[in-house]
């Protein structure tokens, strides 16, 4: 407070006039600044409190999230995948640990040469080249494409696998030369058998962006692409240990905030034998070599080895195959392109169950079954074989325009007679009423034979565990229509405009031609349809699984049963944690007595058939089969070789298939593979590759350091 | 100008004799202290070395030094300016003022002095390396000497008892001050550090606006200082890092520049500490060191993290408490050079908590003004302690019956 002395001092009235005397507003003046300044530093107090309110507490929680983002990340520690194991613990697919050298781009980005000094120093060090390296750790962007880095841009990328110990040393031992470059150990990938059973085990990749916008745990994370490794990816990848560390401005690891351990994978046991799936495959590539070697232009083949009781698949190949291993540490473009190459047979496709080729004679299982079901054929009925037969203006003819006068179904199968299953099919047809489109006062169409192709299985997918398989081609009225609905604008402007793309110009007419005619009436489905339904040509594809099911179906005695390959999945701590059964598809609606009756003729075909030639000097008597010949006519590629089997005849236990397309025959090229495999599973003038044609009885056994022993004895127990 | 007069006026002898029946020479000397504004200055100090110790410890670990090294260093400060504020307390300040001009023209030497053998941090080439990791900062001692010289300049004349008039300054007097200020000033401005500048402005305006000067000087010296602020923007005066210091703070996305990744930082740190903060030594983006300069010119940034809205507001309301005592005793002193010191000192003190705590909220541009008490730094700790014992030393006196005893 001012003094009250002060005032006594004041004089009443001032001096006026003396020079720098003060005047009594002075006083009140100094009071007033005190007073202005004491509402300045007031008001400049309020504003720093209402700011620092403003900011931590209305927008705190939003800063909270900036401060973690900035100081808070996560470390992955990739779990250890689960391995791949056939039915007696051979892994098909392990793991190995390889040394890497890991860029982590953005502790270069932070040099003051943007990393450039060091990528150099690593790439004399690895014999790469700097501006290679510099290309694969950029981020991929919109406009940045390959080569280019696709995860994280906190993952540390991969620039080199498989490196010698003494470089990755020389990265470790050498700090302040490579700053920002790591040397680990890491779990990749390894194929014991290189390329066996490629297309099964499949390959793996790393996550892309937009998986990883859907799932952050996929990270940095390498997931399968196809085969097992895609199907039962989760499965296999288990849980990757997280660790959110809170790191400083420079990135460098302060605290572990939370520590989530990884859990490895669980290993998947097949029903898959590598023996047979290697005697499989060489028999499939004999097969290619033996049509090659009378100039046919076959340059890939697939097949299938069922168990007919269970739908377990025991071999399954597609050839060429490829070796996975190329997959490991990223694919060069120049080796991805040759798996996609058609030149080369297009290695990547699994043609087991994603191709989709017209069966041929080898359907007529579903026409006699057909006939006999619905059509009031029975056995021991005579049927006319004529060279051909005429529907409306067309012929159709015998394969050879053989005629074999009056015969039974049995002997048709076994000569494969045509024109008596195009008689049925044609009948069929005219019952539905012909042309007519199920529209109309009359009774719905019967369908029988599209009917019965379904209930084997065929047009839809097997729903084996596999991803990418086919539905194949049935086709009947109603599938007619609606394929034309939706391609009839396709084909009527390619009846104006041709094909210019293609090459050859008898093809390119022939096509011209096709697509007027579909323009114009592609919804009919014509008699001529139906005759081709009956021998598996044109209207009908099916993939080799697809048809290993339905003569599965017709060993078993009806079952048409969904094929699996994998048998149990392990856990990592060594139970078993699923254990599959046989999964059903359905009943065919045919009788036993009409089965046995198929199987018989079958059996005929190989030992008086058809096939008859190909199975001279094997022990039919000891290992009875059954089978039928296939061969579909294509327009240009020469004709797909088919032959599918099944024995003992008696008590049938294997369904065996081969396609080999561009051939020839079923007889000549698709049955001596098929002879082969079987000679191969039970050791006929070589080793069995099934100990008496039987798979084990137990489940393999996991060690407690994750590798896995052969199954015990029966009746013993896993050791652990 | 001896008149006389009042000395005659009878009145005055009664209360001459209630004044001195109490005298304060001879009062216990816990009476004659300020407690709340010397608690509130000691709350802060202690505030301020735990800070300085959460902001460094991390850092020091890192470089395998003593995590502890600061808060030592910061303590001996303390301890050195808690004693340079007892003795300048203690010394009646009509006898220290005297020393005024021998700090004065100390600091102007060494001012010069650090244009030749500066060392340069953050673009201003302010400190003198003094050894033993010591830096003096001769600017912040100008501030405690251009505070008394003002004073007396302006407010001597005034307490003039043969006169017994309180005189206004003269025009030459306010001259007298601008060119005393100019001085260092000036070197100040080579240095350059353009916020102590506009510290030593804005103390000079504050004491020159309390002490009676006539406002058209006031109002005159800001109409100047803006002209200049015009001039220098216009024609591109300042360096590119202190143009961006000024602008960054009013662009809300300038990651780009230097000091907008501080002021992001400051303002992240600060924001996220919520109400209650992350706790003491528990401030991830302290820890992590995300906040350069962060125990001196950032220091309040640890406070918002890690003692969150509570410890922030603390800061705030114990500055508040220190200057509205700083106001108190000037309104309370007897004499106008006491009155005009605590004035100085409050307008030192307030502009620098504001620019300093605007800065790091990013209201304010970013200045390397540190922020009194709590930043760490010895020779503002020593100035900011001796304005203190000044603050003390003028509310002391005021007690006393008579500036001029006979």
């Not at chain 1, 020389?170 to 390329?195: K, M, N």
């Not at chain 2, 700790?381 to 030393?393: D, E, K, P, R, T």
């Amino acid at each position: 407070m001012l003094s009250s002395k002060e005032q006594l001092f004041q004089p009443k009235r001032p001096e006026a006039g003396l020079p720098g005397v003060a005047r009594r507003p002075v006083r009140r003046r100094r009071r007033l600044r005190i007073g202005v300044l004491r509402v300045l530093v007031l008001s400049m107090l309020i504003t720093l409190g209402a700011r620092l309110w403003f900011l931590q507490v209305m927008e705190g929680s939003h800063y909270n999230e900036v401060a973690a983002g900035n100081s808070i990340r996560e470390v992955v520690t990739p779990a250890v995948r689960g391995l791949i194991v056939d039915d007696v613990g051979r892994p098909l697919v392990e793991n190995r640990t390889t040394l890497v050298i890991t860029v982590d781009r953005s502790a270069l980005a932070r040099q003051r040469d943007s990393g450039r000094a060091v990528l150099a120093r690593v790439g004399a060090l690895l014999g790469q080249k700097p501006q290679d390296l510099a290309q694969r750790i950029r981020l991929c962007t919109a406009t940045v494409g390959q080569p280019c880095w696709n995860g994280s841009p906190y993952q540390p990328v991969l620039i080199a696998d498989d490196v010698s110990s003494q470089r990755a040393l020389t990265v470790i031992e050498h700090p302040e030369d490579y700053p920002g470059v790591a040397a680990e150990v890491r779990a990749v990938r390894t194929y014991p058998f290189g390329s066996l059973a490629s297309h099964t085990v499949g390959y793996l990749s790393p996550a892309s962006q937009d998986e990883v916008a859907k799932n952050p745990d996929l990270n940095g994370v390498l997931v399968g692409r196809s085969g097992l490794e895609a199907s039962y990816d989760t499965v296999v990848r288990g849980h990757d240990g997280v660790k959110r560390v809170s790191v400083d401005r420079f990135g460098r690891l302060s605290k572990v905030m939370s520590e989530k351990p990884p859990v490895g994978g669980s290993t998947l046991v097949l029903s898959m034998d590598a023996k047979v799936q290697k005697v499989l495959e060489d028999a499939l590539q004999h097969g290619i070599d033996r049509a090659r070697a009378e100039h046919k232009p076959a340059d890939n083949a697939a097949g299938v080895v069922l168990d007919a009781q269970t739908g377990q698949v025991v071999a399954l190949a597609s050839v060429p195959g490829y070796d996975p291993a190329q997959f490991v540490g990223g694919i060069s473009a120049a080796n991805y392109q040759h798996l996609l190459d058609p030149a080369a047979g297009t290695p990547l496709i699994s043609r087991a169950l994603e191709g989709a080729y017209p069966p041929g004679s080898a359907f007529k299982i579903v026409s006699a079954a057909t006939a006999m079901t619905n059509m009031g054929a029975t056995g021991d009925a005579l049927y006319d074989c004529p060279s051909d037969l005429q529907v409306g203006n067309t012929s159709f003819h015998n394969f050879d325009s053989e005629a074999l006068g009056s015969i039974t179904l049995h002997q048709a199968l076994v000569a494969s007679c045509d024109t008596v299953f195009y008689k049925f099919a044609y009948d069929a047809w005219l019952q539905d009423g012909g042309l007519r489109r199920g529209q109309g006062p009359s009774a719905p169409p019967n369908e029988w034979f599209s009917k019965m192709a379904r209930a084997f299985g065929l047009g839809r997918p097997t729903g084996i565990d596999l991803p990418g398989e086919t539905s194949g081609l049935v086709t009947d009225r109603e599938s007619r229509q609606a394929l034309w609905d939706q391609m009839k604008d396709t084909y009527c402007r390619r009846a104006k405009t041709g094909y210019p793309e293609e090459r050859d110009p008898g093809r390119a007419a022939y096509l011209t031609k096709l697509a007027s005619e579909n323009c114009a009436d592609g919804y009919l489905y014509r008699g001529g349809d139906a005759t081709q339904f009956a021998i598996g040509q044109n209207v009908v594809d099916v993939s080799p699984l697809q048809l290993a099911v339905a003569y599965a179906a017709i060993a078993n005695g009806g079952t048409v049963l969904s094929p699996r390959l994998v048998k149990a999945v392990i856990g990592p701590d060594g139970k078993v944690t699923q254990q599959t059964k046989p999964v059903v598809m359905g009943h065919l609606p045919v009788a036993p007595e009409t089965l046995s009756y198929i199987r018989d003729a079958l059996a005929g075909v190989v030992t008086s058939g058809t096939a008859s030639g190909t199975f001279g000097g094997f022990p039919l008597d000891v290992l009875p089969l059954g089978g039928k010949t296939g061969t579909a006519e294509t327009y240009s590629d020469g004709d797909i070789s088919w032959f599918a089997s099944f024995g003992p005849v008696n008590n049938p236990r294997y369904v065996v298939l081969v396609v080999i397309p561009k051939s020839g025959q079923g007889a000549k090229f698709a049955a001596p593979a098929v002879r082969e495999v079987w000679e191969g599973i039970y050791g006929i003038n070589r080793d069995a590759a099934l100990p008496a044609g039987q798979e084990p009885a137990s489940l393999p056994c996991q060690r407690p350091d994750g590798s896995v022993a052969p199954p015990p004895a029966p009746g013993g127990r896993c050791e652990r | 100008m001896s008149l006389g007069m009042i000395r005659a006026l009878p009145a005055q002898r009664g209360d001459f004799a209630r004044i001195n029946s109490r005298r304060s020479r001879h009062q216990s000397w816990l009476l004659r202290v300020d407690w709340v504004l010397l608690l509130a200055v000691l709350a802060l100090s202690v505030l301020g070395a735990l800070l300085v110790w959460s902001a460094t410890k991390q850092r020091q670990e890192d470089v395998g030094a003593d995590p502890q090294l600061y808060l030592k260093r910061h303590l001996v400060n303390l301890v050195i300016g808690i004693g340079l504020a007892i003795v300048v307390a203690m010394i009646d300040y009509r006898y220290l003022r005297a020393y005024a001009p021998i700090v004065y023209v100390a600091s102007l030497v060494g001012l010069a002095a650090v244009l030749f053998v500066g060392t340069t941090i953050n673009g201003a080439k302010a400190w003198i390396v003094v050894g033993f990791g010591f830096q003096l900062q001769p600017s912040e001692f100008v501030k405690v000497a251009l505070v008394v010289l003002m004073a007396m300049i302006l407010g001597e004349k005034r307490d003039d008892r043969r006169v017994g008039v309180v005189n206004t300054p003269s025009h030459g007097d306010v001259l007298l001050v601008l060119g005393v200020a100019a001085l260092p000033g000036v070197l100040i401005l080579a240095e350059p550090d353009f916020g102590m500048a506009i510290d030593v402005i804005i103390i000079v305006l504050g004491v020159l606006a309390v002490s009676g000067a006539p406002l058209r000087w006031v109002a005159g010296l800001i109409l100047a200082g803006a002209l200049v602020a015009f001039f220098v923007l216009q024609f591109g005066l300042l360096k590119p890092y202190q143009l961006d210091r000024l602008t960054s703070f009013a662009k809300s996305d300038s990651n780009v520049s230097s000091s907008g990744y501080n002021v992001d930082q400051a303002k992240t740190a600060i924001a996220s500490g919520g109400v209650l903060g992350k706790g003491l030594f528990h401030g991830p983006l302290t820890h992590g060191e995300f906040v350069p300069e962060q125990q001196t010119d950032f220091v309040f940034t640890v406070a918002g993290e890690e003692l969150g809205f509570a410890g922030g507001a603390a800061i705030i309301g114990l500055f508040g408490i220190i200057l509205w005592r700083g106001l108190s005793i000037a309104a309370r002193s007897h004499d106008s050079f006491g009155r005009l010191v605590a004035v100085g000192v409050v307008c030192w003190f307030s502009f620098q908590c504001f620019v300093n705590i605007g800065m790091t909220l990013g209201i304010m541009p970013v200045t390397g003004l540190p922020l009194p008490f709590v930043s760490y730094g010895g020779s503002a700790m020593f100035a900011n302690l001796v304005a203190i014992g000044l603050l003390q030393n003028v509310y002391a006196r005021s007690r006393d019956d008579d500036p001029y005893p006979a």
